[in-house]
């Protein structure tokens, strides 16, 4: 169990992180004999959360895995040689030895998904200010109202119709800076995977986003 005390937090909450650890918000100085109440009280959600954290970690094993790397939602065998360029295969990756799995995936971010992000702002007649990737910790993208749309750099290990969703998602909020009907009315205008996208996201976010 975790405890996180903050000055302006007013009540206490449960929450279960990614590596399944019970986190207790609380106001500063809280009291322990209510924390415990609360756990007891709550013994049965925590366990339940815990053990799907824990279910969902296992089916993700070959995401943890070294020696696999995800490329656009596929799933390859990563090995390395003395080359010094990047040799791609059906079911196989071979990486120059001086060249990290994360480096690999950093680059190819950089080069995929600002392509990507000006054809689909075109075929939505949209212009935005900068594109950038990043790594995010907490989101998948963002645009905000200078008109930059920044993208987390995990997308490049995602399936292209999950970052095409992402990526309308953020253009679509250049028109309509809320989630309002308009909103998704848009977005849905240029993707019929938003439900299903958002479900990836939720699925593998506890090994992208960290």
């Known amino acids: 169990m975790i405890i996180k005390s903050n000055k302006k937090r007013t009540r206490y909450t449960l929450e279960i992180d990614n590596d399944a650890n019970l986190i207790v ?4 100085n809280p009291s322990k004999k ?3 109440k ?3 009280e709550n013994i049965k959600w925590i366990e339940e959360n815990q053990f799907k954290v824990n279910s969902m970690k296992q089916s993700l094993l070959d995401w943890f895995d070294d020696n696999l790397l995800f490329y ?10 003395n080359s010094q360029k990047v040799i791609f295969k059906e079911q196989e990756v071979i990486l120059p030895k001086n060249q990290s799995k994360d480096l690999f995936l950093s680059k190819h971010a950089k080069l995929y998904l600002p392509e990507r992000c000006l054809d689909i702002l075109e075929s939505m007649n949209l212009e935005c200010s900068k594109i950038k990737i990043r790594r995010l910790k907490s989101c998948w993208g963002t645009c905000n109202i200078n008109k930059t749309i920044t993208l987390n750099k995990a997308l490049i290990q995602s399936p292209d119709w999950v970052s095409d969703y992402v990526i309308i998602h953020e253009c679509a909020h250049l028109v309509h800076f809320n989630h309002s009907k308009d ?6 205008k240029y993707t ?3 439900k299903a996208a958002k479900k990836w996201l939720k699925d593998h976010q506890i090994v992208l986003i960290s």
Do not use: E
């Open 72 to 81: 656009r939602g596929k799933k390859y065998k990563l090995s390395k040689s």
């Open 38 to 40: 609360l756990v007891n």
């Open 34 to 36: 209510y924390i415990n």
């Open 25 to 28: 918000k609380t106001p500063i």
């Open 183 to 188: 909103f998704w009315a848009l977005v849905s």
């Open 192 to 194: 019929n995977h938003t």
